[in-house]
């Protein structure tokens, strides 16, 4: 019996202790006695009714009220009629301008029963993640499509792989994105699959002992691109002969320079660039002077670290006269040298014996050189009255 009945039946007994003086003399006009007794309370307390006090009901004074975006989410929900397709979910994101109202949509609609997004609606919906630097919905949106959520495309793909590139965190998973395509029957990778590749690990490319680990990394994308039938453009071969110089792999280098005609490109600046730096490294000055020279007689114009491995490479052996013509060239084509080229070059005259003609250069390039500051010109200067004391 529970807490409220004992006391219920306390008060009774206090209130008419006769009520339970049939359990001491359990005779019927004992019991009989006690009924009516117990009958009489009820039927007058039922006749004064006690009064009870209700607490009046009021409707909530401050009503809930909606925000713009929710108001943004019913509406477009709303226009999403029964038995909706991708193609619709997909118009629907792409009228989105807050990244989070899409997946908030986005994530509503895959609840729905018979419906299942596709590599459209994928696609829509991460490159919306990414451009609205929504980096944790990106890679959720990463990880269900790589475990299957929907069938995969070339373009869908090429996204996810120019996303993990461009995230150091995440430049493991691109190649796994990777090795779907190349599983993949419909969506093998193309051109710009092995570009964003190309250049992500390029940029791995710190030290020389590292260069060496990700150089087989540039060698299997440069053999599977070969056995996928893709035809490389200028830009991609260059990142490869970029790799293949950053570890004075000239051999590999060159092979890729002289391969470049076959698939009906031909070299640029750059190209004649990263050839003629590698074999300065490496010692071979005359072959790359060499591509200097042709890559000047072609009229290309090539980058600047070219020209500054060249001059020191010349100068370190004493070719004073090519190492000025080249400064001079430089200079014609508005690239500075650092300090240190320089300093290589009028340093290597005075130990010559031709310090009257180191003085002339240095004011000649001054002249020359608009972006040689008052501090470098003043300490090339020192440099050169110390040297000829």
Not at 317 to 334: G, P, S, V
Request: charged share 20%; hydrophobic share 35%; with cysteine.
């Amino acid at each position: 019996m529970g807490t409220i009945s004992r006391r219920f039946l306390v008060s009774l007994r206090t209130l008419s202790p006769s009520l339970f003086d049939f359990t001491q003399n359990p005779n019927s006009s004992s019991l009989a006695l006690s009924l009516l007794h117990l009958r009489s309370i009820f039927s007058n307390s039922n006749q004064n009714p006690q009064p009870q006090t209700q607490t009046p009901s009021f409707p909530y004074p401050y009503p809930k009220t909606r925000t713009p975006l929710e108001k943004q989410f019913e509406t477009w929900i709303t226009k999403l009629k029964p038995g909706f397709t991708p193609d619709d979910v997909n118009v629907a994101l792409q009228s989105q301008c807050d990244p989070d109202l899409a997946l908030d949509i986005f994530r509503w609609a895959a609840q729905q029963r018979t419906y299942r997004h596709n590599h459209i609606t994928y696609h829509t919906m991460i490159q919306m993640a990414i451009n609205g630097k929504r980096w944790d919905s990106a890679n959720t949106l990463l990880g269900e499509v790589i475990a299957g959520a929907c069938e995969g495309s070339v373009q869908l793909y090429n996204v996810m792989v120019g996303y993990c590139c461009s995230k150091r965190t995440l430049f493991a998973r691109g190649f796994d994105v990777y090795k779907i395509m190349l599983r993949s029957q419909d969506c093998k990778p193309n051109l710009e699959t092995f570009s964003m590749l190309l250049k992500a690990v390029l940029a791995k490319f710190s030290k020389m002992n590292v260069c060496y680990v990700y150089l087989h990394a540039v060698r299997s994308l440069h053999r599977q691109m070969k056995v996928s039938g893709v035809i490389p453009d200028v830009m991609t071969l260059n990142l490869i002969i970029k790799a293949y110089s950053l570890c004075l792999e000239m051999d590999g280098a060159i092979r890729v320079f002289r391969e470049m005609g076959l698939y009906g490109c031909e070299p640029n600046g750059n190209s004649y660039s990263y050839v003629a730096k590698g074999l300065c490294e490496k010692g071979l000055v005359n072959e790359g002077v060499g591509y200097y020279n042709e890559m000047r007689d072609k009229g290309l114009v090539g980058a600047s670290n070219c020209y500054v491995i060249v001059i020191c490479s010349l100068s370190m052996e004493r070719r004073f006269e090519e190492a000025i013509k080249i400064m001079f060239d430089m200079l014609d084509n508005n690239k500075a040298p650092d300090p240190l080229t320089y300093k290589t070059v009028l340093e290597g005259l005075c130990r010559e014996g031709r310090g009257d003609d180191a003085f002339d250069l240095l004011e000649e390039w001054r002249n020359k050189d608009r972006y040689m500051s008052e501090k470098t010109y003043n300490n090339l200067l020192n440099e050169l009255r110390f040297m000829n004391r």
